[in-house]
Nanobody, 127 residues
Framework: QVHLMESGGGSVQAGGSLKLACKAF????????MAWFRQAPGKEREWVAS???????YYADSVKGRFTISRRIDHNTLYLQMTELNPEDTAFYTC?????????????????????WGQGTQVTVSS
């Protein structure tokens, strides 16, 4: 049974950094289409970043230049390195993955593109 488990969330002051991890179980992350989404209180879930089968990363304008999506195949883990955090980044962050074996090229920013979802991790940025 596929399971995605996030970690690395926490509380940080504005300007700080956090690195989120999404460990995959019973799912190979090599060449997998995966993404990070977030949802702030009172707001709809929004796409943050995604990585395609060729390891190209794509980012929402609000995080471009500050966040980096990556994966380590040997750890079977997806990462989101977040720097220069600001209070607007405060949200519940969730990783997502498409059906195993799906080849994807380019940006996938719709939640409907992803089949598997983790439980999420909270990120809180104070000013």
């Amino acid at each position: 049974q596929v399971h995605l488990m996030e970690s690395g969330g926490g509380s940080v002051q504005a300007g700080g950094s956090l690195k989120l991890a999404c460990k995959a179980f019973s799912y190979g992350t090599n060449r997998a289409c995966m993404a990070w989404f977030r949802q702030a209180p009172g707001k709809e879930r929004e796409w943050v970043a995604s990585i395609d089968s060729e390891n190209a990363g794509y980012y929402a304008d609000s995080v471009k230049g500050r966040f980096t999506i990556s994966r380590r195949i040997d750890h079977n883990t997806l990462y989101l390195q977040m720097t220069e955090l600001n209070p607007e980044d405060t949200a519940f962050y969730t990783c997502a993955a498409e059906v195993a074996g799906t080849f994807c090229h380019g940006v996938h920013r719709s939640a409907a593109d992803f089949f598997y979802w983790g439980q999420g991790t909270q990120v809180t940025v104070s000013s």
